[in-house]
């Protein structure tokens, strides 16, 4: 079994040290963005709390939560808690159009960041002498980025590939012997594939560190099998930082969160209340150390559980599962954040109704993505090339939209079922983790 930190006297620190820490910090940062962010000291005094009425995490649940809507509403710089001469960076959500979330960072904030990152690569056992080859993407996604500098960090020689390009990437992986693999899990999953259709029985790699998407347990197990490693979870979101906020330790049994940097809480989605350890709910994180873009008490919109049970990793920082759902629309496919809105502002925009399914399944471990729209008069034509054509033509505004490529279906009007209560837009048929399959 692996034991290693990359800051072992934070990553074991007792709890109630923990607990006193992120006491300090929440009072420093309650003050700082009351002092420098407009919109936030707005909410607070709308609330009737003043930073004099937080004096620790026990006042925590007095603050409003802050969702992805009042990003939004505050896009771009409104939530913007230092001057733009002190940023050195920012990093963007995937999805377009009125729905991008743009974070902002310090040096400081990339530099907390990146031990986060750090800390997942050692928990997962990648030491100096490791190889780590970085294939989520680079760019305003956070993942290349984040691991690309926890990796620096923790001395790996490091290979910035950014996504794509399989056959350049096991190239490379087989002739720098590449031992740390960092992608989603489903690229993993299409790499195994690939260099078992080479013939590849064979590879360099140890250790996999995969995240960004839901993924199960089989599927890990069927990555490790197929790889000969062993494939750790890390999440994220651009909104915190990114990749790093929590990741798994040798035993492999849910995230430990970088409680000296986040504070963590599952409430109840639809009344907020705040529920004890052990509870499924929606997570919601304070960032206690970031500058450019601190944000408290932010809904992430992720159903999980918590658990303090002691870890024999030694680790103090609480666990969570992996999400197990989301308390909003946004499905992850392939990796792309989407939210049925943006599917049917493709449809309106082009002249369809919003009369259209979209069904999400997993096979081989790869997303399939499908629309079914309904034709209209407008539109109709009983030819198979006329059919495909307006097919082809709404794949490439999907695409455009979302950043991936929908097999769109077109089906007879009236065909798809009308529903009496909430339409059912989407049919996602992959299986994530249930709730017996966590132990605490
Ligand atoms: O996905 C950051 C990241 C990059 C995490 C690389 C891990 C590795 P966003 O694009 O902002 O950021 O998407 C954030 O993705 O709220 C979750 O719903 C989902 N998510 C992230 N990690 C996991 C995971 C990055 N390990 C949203 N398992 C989050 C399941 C995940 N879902």
Not at 205 to 211: C, E, T, W, Y
Not at 306 to 334: E, V
């Amino acid at each position: 079994m692996v034991m290693s930190y990359f800051q072992p006297e934070t990553e074991t620190m007792p709890v109630s040290e923990i607990k006193k820490l992120q006491s300090e910090k929440l009072v420093r940062q309650v003050r700082h963005v009351y002092k420098n962010c407009a919109p936030y000291r707005a909410k607070m005094d709308e609330a009737g709390v003043s930073p004099e009425d937080i004096r620790g995490i026990e006042d925590l649940h007095k603050l409003p939560f802050i969702t992805k809507a009042d990003l939004r509403d505050n896009y771009p710089y409104g939530l913007l808690s230092v001057p733009k001469s002190e940023c050195v960076r920012i990093h963007s959500t995937s999805g377009t159009t009125g729905r991008r979330v743009v974070a902002f960072y310090t040096q400081h904030d990339i530099d907390l960041w990146e031990d986060c990152c750090a800390r997942a690569l050692a928990a997962a056992g990648a030491t100096s002498e490791d190889i780590c080859q970085i294939a989520y993407g680079f760019g305003l996604f956070t993942g290349g980025a984040g691991l690309n500098g926890g990796s620096h960090k923790l001395g790996c020689m490091t290979l910035p590939m950014s996504s794509g390009n399989t056959e350049r990437q096991i190239q490379f992986m087989n002739d720098l012997g590449t031992t740390v693999l960092c992608c989603t899990p489903s690229y993993a999953a299409y790499l195994a594939e690939n260099m078992r259709e080479r013939g590849e029985a064979e590879n360099p790699l140890r250790i996999g560190i995969f995240g960004a998407e839901p993924w199960t347990e089989e599927m890990r197990r069927s990555i490790e099998d197929a790889l000969n490693i062993r494939a750790y979870d890390i999440y994220g979101l651009t909104e915190l930082s990114g990749p790093g906020v929590a990741f798994e330790c040798c035993e492999q049994h849910g995230m430990h969160i970088n409680e000296d940097h986040f504070i963590a809480e599952i409430i109840d989605p639809e009344t907020g209340e705040v529920l004890p350890e052990g509870s499924k709910g929606e997570l919601v994180f304070t960032s206690l150390d970031k500058e450019a873009f601190p944000l408290l008490r932010y809904r992430t919109r992720d159903i999980c559980i918590l658990s303090r049970k002691q870890c024999s990793c030694g680790r103090t920082f609480i666990r969570m599962t992996k999400p197990m759902g989301r308390s909003d629309d946004m499905l992850i496919i392939r990796g792309v954040n989407v939210f049925p809105s943006q599917i049917e502002t493709v449809l309106l925009n082009n002249g369809y109704t919003p009369n259209y399914q979209i069904v999400v399944d997993r096979v081989n471990n790869t997303d399939t993505f499908d629309i079914m729209v309904e034709m209209n008069e407008d539109h109709f034509t009983d030819t198979v090339s006329g059919v495909t054509a307006q097919e082809k033509k709404l794949a490439s505004a999907m695409k455009m939209m979302l950043g991936i490529n929908p097999g769109i279906h077109m089906v007879a009007p009236h065909s798809i079922t009308r529903s009496e209560g909430k339409a059912v837009r989407v049919v996602d048929k992959r299986k994530l983790l249930s709730d017996s399959q966590w132990k605490g």
